[in-house]
């Protein structure tokens, strides 16, 4: 069974960093292309960071570019979102996504979704 479980979230304050995992079972994940997205509150759920798993190329949201760090440690099947410089309005539940064969951060594509890990950022 395929299955994805993230930890890392909680509550920071403005301008502090977080460190979100991502720990797959039931597959390894080194050829999937994986993501990072969010949702908050009365929006819809938007691609924030993806890695791809053929050639390691990365895809950022404007609105995390320069801040957020996606990587991801295949000998351990995990991938991550290093979260600096984090802002009020990164507040979101992020969940991890993963796909063989999905585009960057096109959330329809991502057939294998985590529960998601809460993010509180205070101003």
């Known amino acids: 069974q395929l299955q994805l479980v993230e930890s890392g979230g909680g509550l920071v304050q403005s301008g502090g960093s977080l460190r979100l995992s991502c720990v797959a079972s039931g597959f390894t994940l080194d050829s999937y292309n994986a993501g990072w997205f969010r949702q908050a509150p009365g929006k819809e759920r938007e691609g924030v960071a993806c890695i791809s798993g053929n050639d390691g190329s990365t895809y950022y949201a404007d609105s995390v570019k320069g801040r957020f760090t996606i990587f991801r440690d295949n000998a351990k099947n995990t991938v991550y979102l290093q979260m600096n410089s984090l802002k009020p309005e990164d507040t979101a539940i992020y969940y991890c996504?993963?796909?063989?064969?999905?585009?960057?951060?096109?959330?329809?594509?991502?057939?294998?979704w985590g529960q998601g890990t809460q993010v509180t950022v205070s101003s």
């Open positions: 996504a993963l796909d063989r064969w999905a585009r960057q951060c096109v959330r329809h594509d991502y057939d294998t």
